[in-house]
């Protein structure tokens, strides 16, 4: 191998990170090599043993390194309830909030047509047979209030309410802690029409 | 090993990326796992293979895989003139000139008090031993023209004129195609001083 092909080939696997053009790859590259060979021996085993280990939970999903994930083998959940989320990320935002006991589904995405990821890539099959086990008695829409979430929670309800299951999406409305003044008009105007008895 | 504690070691892992925070870390860590699988194996194996088969050059200090680098090697090239840069990238920008024959040293970095890199991080006495070998006539000093920049060719000159090498300087000017009334006051400034003779 030619003297500069090792550095080159690193700087061109790097670049294979999502966001990280030739010259990022180039700066982390040179960091690692002059100033952190542990941290590039230890992203390289961390990459290694992810890639090799991590695989969908059969039941939900997400990432993990079990056939079935820890969440959804923890028997203290309420099996009636189905929170479908977007991303790992989101499913922990939701179970920070501490305000839901229900299990998750998570879709690894969303449907972006523009991204080339359709109903397949989210998982939409093995939504369905999930919902449909006859336990889940009410699916819960939490992708995200994006135009993509959007038309990912509209697919997905079309789905499931064929299937006769209770389809919920989360109340869109002000934030809490924010002045009217700043809020967007068109979260304003949401709140208006999903506004509840007071 | 917990379930997602795999996925979360990977995340902290790639936290090591200069400029990669917690959050591109967690996006860069669910791209590859999602979509790009082999892209991990590959980064997992490029990184291990630099980082246990780069080195530093003998002679020029750039990172090689060789005990002496290409350059060094190629003896073609001019032996009296040695051109000091501060980075692999900077070598790379003066050679596509086409400008230069001679050989290079490079600093791997500049001296920058503000990040802890002082005169013993790029290198300085092996310059200056490099510099006094009795083949070397002219050093040109091709760090950046920026304070960090300035300061290293200072502290180099300065070192260097002692032991009798002769220490030139790029010229500082106005840049090929740039129209005066866009170019900083500084930068016109410096090309009235270095003006030469038309
Ligand atoms: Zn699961
Ligand atoms: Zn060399």
Redesign the interface.
């Known amino acids: 191998?030619?003297?500069?092909s090792?550095?080159e080939?690193?700087i061109?696997?790097?670049r294979?990170?999502?966001?990280v053009g030739v010259k990022?790859a180039?700066?982390?590259?040179?960091?690692?090599?002059?100033h952190?060979?542990e941290?590039?021996?230890?992203?390289?085993?961390?990459?290694?043993?992810?890639?090799?280990?991590?695989q969908h939970c059969e039941r939900c999903h997400t990432?993990?390194?079990?056939t079935v994930?820890?969440t959804c083998l923890d028997d203290g959940r309420d099996t009636t309830r189905l929170c479908v989320v977007e991303?790992?990320?989101d499913q922990s935002a939701v179970e920070r909030t501490a305000a839901y006991k229900g299990l998750y589904f998570v879709l690894?995405?969303r449907i972006s047509p523009l991204d080339g990821f359709g109903p397949k890539d989210i998982g939409l099959e093995k939504l369905m047979a999930r919902a449909s086990d006859g336990m889940v008695k009410e699916v819960i829409l939490a992708t995200n209030f994006t135009a993509e979430g959007e038309a990912t929670a509209h697919v997905l309800s079309e789905g499931l309410k064929k299937r006769g299951v209770q389809v919920t999406r989360l109340a869109r409305g002000v934030p809490v802690g924010s002045e009217l003044e700043y809020v967007d008009l068109g979260t304003i105007a949401h709140a208006l029409v999903d506004r509840r008895d007071a």
């Open positions: 191998m030619s003297d500069t090792v550095l080939g690193l061109q696997a790097l294979r990170l999502p966001g990022s180039s700066r982390m590259a040179y960091h690692l090599l002059q952190d060979r941290g590039a021996e230890l992203i390289s085993q961390a990459l290694h043993q992810a890639a090799s280990q991590v990432f993990t390194t079990q994930c820890d991303t790992p990320a690894m995405g």
